[in-house]
């Protein structure tokens, strides 16, 4: 009983930010939520990938410290770290907050740094989906830069959703941007690109998990290549403390 209630004020919740904001865009939408709607506890999360300048660029226009999580699992791409550094410089972001793993949640769950050999799915748990629930508490919500034009399985993303046991709000701002919007707001703000979407990385996450995409296939397809997994685990985790 409490479940079905519990269920039916998120969906209240959703209904009730799509009918006031759902019309909104940009960094007009970010400002609104940030300053109005959630009084400050509204976090950007950034894998600071191919396409995150765009939202980085908007949140920065809503207002500099708007605080943004990077999660930088200890095996990602030099290249994402410095492009990372490049961004927060160029756009005068303040609120950046990179987190990661503990040392103890590395010598408990991968002491030989091998686990992504073993299973993929307790690899992301443990040096991404753990690392951004604790970076997490305290936030009523959480942006994200997933669009319905990346993958099948993110073809009907909405604007707003209720984060699965947690009582969060996932805000999608760009979910129906496409990539030709995408593409012309690079050049319209001049923001730089990640430096191996050139090379082929369309979506960029660790370097042990992550190929080039084959020309017309989804942007997503050179993540965990050859594996049946899509998502890396922080749009399906549960406060269970499993990915569903």
């Not at 007009?28 to 995150?52: K, M, P, Q």
């Not at 919007?181 to 960029?204: M, T, V």
């Not at 296939?217 to 050179?222: E, T």
Request: glycine share 10%; with cysteine.
């Amino acid at each position: 009983m409490l479940d079905g209630l519990a269920r039916a004020v998120k969906f209240d919740r959703v209904a009730d930010l799509t009918e006031r904001y759902g019309r909104l865009d940009g960094a007009v939408l970010l400002n609104a939520l940030l300053h109005d709607e959630f009084n400050g506890r509204v976090a950007v999360v950034s894998s600071f990938g191919t396409e995150s300048a765009v939202l980085l660029a908007l949140a920065a226009e809503a207002d500099p410290s708007f605080p943004v999580l990077f999660v930088d699992t200890g095996k990602l791409f030099g290249e994402t770290l410095r492009y990372r550094d490049k961004l927060v410089s160029a756009l005068g972001l303040t609120g950046v907050r990179t987190i990661g793993p503990t040392d103890a949640d590395l010598a408990a769950g991968d002491p030989d740094s091998l686990l992504f050999t073993r299973s993929h799915d307790a690899c992301c748990h443990l040096r991404k989906t753990v690392p951004l629930d604790r970076a997490l508490e305290g936030f009523d919500a959480w942006v994200t830069g997933r669009k319905r034009f990346q993958a099948s399985t993110r073809a009907a993303l909405p604007l707003f959703e209720a984060e699965e046991g947690t009582g969060r709000i996932k805000i999608n701002p760009l979910a129906h941007w496409d990539r030709e919007r995408i593409d012309q707001e690079f050049a319209r703000r001049n923001l730089p690109r990640h430096p191996l979407e050139a090379d082929g990385f369309l979506s960029i996450g660790c370097f042990t998990c992550t190929e080039r995409v084959a020309p017309g296939a989804d942007p997503r397809s050179g993540r965990w290549a050859g594996t049946a997994k899509t998502e890396c685990g922080i749009h399906t985790f549960k406060k269970t403390g499993t990915a569903q």
